[in-house]
């Protein structure tokens, strides 16, 4: 009768069954949608303008190139090559997609944390660093951790959605 005890406990303290983590994803990702929602409907735009799209892990990337974004594009005005909303991520090329991932998946996790309040967090966050004399990019707290945690290699699946992709 010990020994069930022991086990039931040891049980308890290894890691969650499969079907937990399947939940606990569809969760994060629940909490992030209605910022996903506002990516897609960018990335529709995208679509729409002969752009493409893949699926990277959970998230979505879409971007107008599938290489180098060309230098007399808009896009270059831009002050970004890559934002993320919830699980989406848009970029001014595949390219810059490549390089920027590790970074942007940070994002998709912070996404995941805060749901929507992120898009009250982030501009708070950006307002307090220019308060105090900073830049408001890279002082920005949800910056910080991005640049910090994205120096580690990305590993991780990247598969064309529908079939009128262009995506390599």
Known sequence: MLGGLVSDDSRSRSSPPAQD????????????????????????????FGGSVRRVGCALEFAPYCGQCPSNSRLRYLPFSAITFGHVILGHSFQDLVTLRAHELIHVRQYERLGPLFFIAYPASSLLAAARGRCPYRNNHFEMEACARSTAPVVSSVSPVGEGSNAA
Not at 32 to 43: E, T
Request: with cysteine; proline share 4%; net charge positive.
């Open 21 to 48: 983590l399947i939940v606990l994803r569809f969760l994060r990702i629940l909490w992030a949608s209605p910022c996903s929602l506002v990516g897609l409907s960018i990335g529709a735009l995208v679509l729409l």
